[in-house]
């Protein structure tokens, strides 16, 4: 019997089916070892030597596959056909042989594009080797990764407290992000008016065009830059008589897209279904692997990690009768239509997603899958038949007008599908809507010499809109042009960024969080070379070259780490003060925008003396005055700037800061918005009615920003909320949602609640429960919160008054400091709590046990 090692249990179950009783097929269940996730796992010193691990989940499959091959006659590697199934492959192979379960039974690679009875099949017979140049662009890769990870990361961690790690490609992508949000920052919108006309055609046919000359001059954009000028222009319009002056009439022809690369896939996916680009690979997954259709369980897609737009010859030869069969000779071109790769560095040139059977209509496969699988095999049949089709034949129509002196001319443009071609099937999705030169009616007939009655004639007004904000698609897409990651590295760079707490979605746009925009700072400011686009793109070419065998693997990594260790050993001997002055220069304009008075930025508004300064803390960065702690001014890193609405309605008020509206409180009127501060977005609701202070209320964790609306909102701002009164005490029973989470309040005991919804719904007995089981607790363990003192001036960390088992004492941190005894808790200021905290200190320094500490001395001699 001879043991067929694959990926996944899915894949594994299809080919099972097709091989029969003389194989047995096994799954690894993805990668079964990495690098420890340690220092040392890569040592450039000793020729960049790995240490691999296998992980533990991983450790049963590999006995079982070990047991397996020690009774059977061959192993055969049948992992995906690019570099990380290569990379699994060798893999697999190399802990057998470490564990001597091959003994001397031939090994043979394997590779098929997709998991139809046919292609596994043919694949079988036709065996090779493992690619070790692929392998060798794997541990290239893979050491790159690591080797920055676990070097750079180290250095952020001690100079810029609060942020996470930095990746080799995913910074780049976080530096994309970065740079068009301040694209929208520094945008400032443009006022311009056109003058559109609606006109009658000698034929009596309505038809619009605009006003293109004036005076003589070809208008320019901006020339109508006010509204008085745009209406005396449209009443000069109103009042001319018109002549057509010439009519052009262009025939053109559309070609269809290419089929699906991933990174095209992914983009589509986005645009036309919502999908994200890791839901989008789970998916198709699913369909390559193997899916039960009419009784026979079969592949239903290629291989989905490609950026090739190829199409096997016999896959096209089934397109083209399809196309025959189902549209008519009309719409199948007279020779197959053949397709370039368009993206930078492109590499892994199996073949391009497609059907692997294209008689397979969607109609004919819905009823066997998941709604979402229905959607994308459609997706994929639909762009795979449409481009073999006939391109679409469209006439395209400028007609000029002119007034009868010849100062002002119209101009007019329609079009029409004269024949609808691939169209029929398919039509590609786009990022951003059409621009208003781009869309065109259709146009009557017009005469030259020709006389057209003006009907009425509209000025509209128009506002210049920034660029807009990244999507998943329009982000997969620059990195693609770039030359920057790979087929199977895109949706893991995406979801690594928002793991990480760098950017958030909204409304399906990647917005920049503050942490995200300071390590770009921070890496442009002191690693500037390796987060360029050319530089990253050049070293994913090299990557390519060396599993071209054109490059020698230890040599690019030697080229890399020589340069990249000695600027990580300069950066960490800068001071962390002359980082954050380079980080205060660099993100001035953000931090520190122009004040409308013409007054320093940076000046101290509430001492007047000390200057503003990029301050870090623990749990991130936050702006400080420079006379701490004389002066304890701090307000959030993203205050000055807040958040930019990136859509039409953002550029044309920036009053508002870019913040959302979300409405406004239906008692007192206030205006009510969302906003980003220092420890993540928050509701906020204007001051009003005598109040001193506007009000705020976090977002609960896992919330989505493009979740909250006005009624969630007021919900927020409620809290605490009043849930009755206690039977005993007389004191109100409350709910709210605090720095841990949603809790319930009785007089000093909190207790938590599961869920944030609770909060808003649970009830006094539920409340009272929660409250006596934690009031036994707390009885037993002491610790309980007694008064919140706010953030450390210099940490950012709570402060904080518990209740000990010797009385109450100030927490900050690690660091403990008792009360004087009879202090009165609600006297306690968070200035005295400082000093009880700094004299705590003095005596750890000096080794004095404090009163707290001799106690427990005497407990422990007794």
């Not at 929208?184 to 038809?207: C, K, N």
């Not at 290419?258 to 983009?267: A, N, R, V």
């Not at 999705?429 to 057209?452: F, H």
């Not at 609960?700 to 605490?720: C, F, I, M, Q, T």
Request: proline fraction near 6%; hydrophobic fraction near 35%; charged fraction near 35%.
């Amino acid at each position: 019997m001879d043991i067929v090692v694959v990926e996944s249990p899915a894949k594994a179950k299809t080919i099972n089916k097709y091989l029969g009783k003389d194989y047995k097929v096994l799954a690894s269940y993805g990668h079964v070892r990495d690098l420890p996730a340690k220092d040392g796992s890569v040592d450039p010193e000793h020729g960049f030597r790995m240490k691999w691990q296998v992980d533990p989940k991983s450790a049963k499959h590999l006995k079982e596959i070990a047991q397996a091959i020690e009774k059977g006659d061959r192993l055969i590697l049948a992992t995906d056909p690019d570099r990380e199934g290569e990379a699994i492959s060798w893999h697999v192979l190399d802990v057998l042989k470490k564990r001597k379960a091959l003994k001397d039974k031939p090994v043979e690679r394997v590779v098929f594009h997709e998991i139809t009875k046919r292609a596994i099949e043919e694949a079988i017979r036709h065996p090779r080797a493992i690619d070790e140049k692929l392998v060798e662009a794997y541990l290239a890769r893979r050491a790159l990764d690591y080797l920055v990870g676990f070097t750079l990361s180290p250095v952020l961690w001690r100079k810029l407290p609060g942020a996470r790690s930095a990746g080799r490609v995913q910074s780049v992508a976080l530096r994309l992000v970065c740079e068009r949000e301040v694209e929208i920052e520094r945008f400032e919108p443009r006022e311009y008016w056109t003058v559109e006309a609606e006109l009658l055609s000698a034929a009596g046919q309505l038809f619009r065009a605009r006003l293109a000359r004036l005076d003589g001059e070809t208008l320019k954009k901006f020339d109508l830059d006010s509204e008085e000028k745009a209406h005396r222009a449209a009443e000069r319009v109103a009042e001319g008589l018109f002549t057509v002056e010439k009519v052009d009439v262009r025939p053109t022809r559309r070609r269809p897209p290419p089929p699906f690369t991933t990174s095209t896939l992914q983009q589509e996916a986005a645009r036309k279904l919502g999908f994200s680009a890791k839901h989008t690979m789970r998916i198709a997954q699913n369909l390559y692997e193997g899916k039960t259709v009419h009784g026979e369980t079969m592949g239903l897609i290629t291989y989905m990690r490609t950026d090739s737009v190829a199409l096997a010859g016999e896959a096209v030869q089934a397109i083209r009768g399809l196309v025959k069969s189902r549209f008519g000779e009309a719409y199948l071109p007279a020779r197959p239509n053949v397709f370039k790769a368009r993206a930078k560095n492109a590499q892994e040139a199996h073949e391009a997603i497609r059907p692997t059977n294209p008689a397979l209509h969607p109609a004919d496969v819905r009823a066997f899958l998941s709604e979402d699988e229905a959607k994308l095999y459609e997706l994929i049949w639909r762009r795979a038949v449409a481009c073999q089709m006939a391109p679409a034949e469209i006439e395209q129509t400028a007609a000029t007008l002119v007034s009868t002196g010849g100062d002002m001319a119209l101009k007019a443009t329609g079009s029409v599908i004269r024949f609808e071609g691939f169209l029929k099937l398919y039509e590609e999705g786009r990022d951003e809507p059409a621009n208003e030169n781009e869309k065109a009616d259709r146009l009557p007939k017009l005469t030259p010499g020709e006389r057209a009655e003006v009907k009425r004639a509209i000025p509209e007004r128009h506002v210049t809109k920034p660029p807009p904000r990244y999507t998943e698609a329009s982000l997969v897409k620059k990195l693609e042009e770039l030359g920057i990651g790979r087929p199977s590295t895109y949706a893991s760079i995406l979801s690594v960024l928002q793991e990480r707490n760098y950017v958030r979605l909204e409304k399906k746009r990647f917005v920049p969080e503050d942490k995200g925009r300071l390590v770009v700072a921070f890496l442009e400011s002191f690693f500037d070379r390796y987060v360029e686009y050319d530089f990253t793109a050049h070293l994913e070419e090299e990557l390519d070259e060396i599993s071209r065998g054109e490059r020698e693997w230890k040599a690019v990594l030697e080229e890399f780490w020589k340069d990249f260790s000695h600027r990580t050993d300069e950066v960490m001997k800068i001071r962390t003060a002359e980082i954050l002055d380079r980080l205060n220069q660099y993100l001035a304009p953000m931090i520190f925008p122009p004040r409308e008075d013409g007054s320093d930025p940076r000046r101290c508004p509430e001492c007047g003396e000390g200057k503003l300064s990029l301050k870090v803390g623990r749990y991130g960065a936050f702006i400080g005055c420079s006379r701490y702690p004389e002066c304890r001014y701090t307000r959030p890193f993203s205050e000055a700037n807040g958040d930019k609405d990136a859509s039409a309605e953002g550029a044309e008020d920036k009053a508002g800061n870019g913040e959302r509206l979300l409405g406004h409180d239906p008692e007192t009127g206030a205006p009510i918005r969302l906003k980003s501060g220092r420890f993540g977005p928050y509701v906020e609701r204007e001051a009003a009615g005598g109040e001193e202070k506007p009000a705020r209320a976090s977002l609960p964790k896992g919330k989505a920003v493009d979740e909250v609306d006005l009624g969630y909102a007021l919900k927020l701002l409620s809290l605490p909320r009043r849930i009755g009164t206690h039977s005993e005490t007389g004191e109100p029973v409350l709910a709210g949602i605090g720095r841990y989470g949603p809790y319930v309040q009785h007089g000093r005991t909190y207790a938590n609640l599961g869920d944030v919804d609770e909060v808003f719904e649970v009830g006094m007995n539920r409340a009272l429960a929660l409250l006596e089981e934690r009031e036994r607790t707390r009885k037993a363990k002491g610790g309980e919160v007694l008064k919140e003192l706010g953030p450390h001036p210099d940490t950012g960390e709570p402060l904080r008054i518990l209740a000990g088992r010797y009385g109450p004492y100030v927490r900050h941190g690690k660091v403990n400091a008792s009360l004087p005894k009879g202090r009165a808790i609600e006297e306690v200021t968070r200035e005295e709590a400082l000093l009880l905290l700094k004299a705590r200190e003095e005596k750890m320094k000096s080794g004095k046990p404090s009163g707290r500490s001799k106690k427990a001395a005497g407990r422990s001699r007794t």
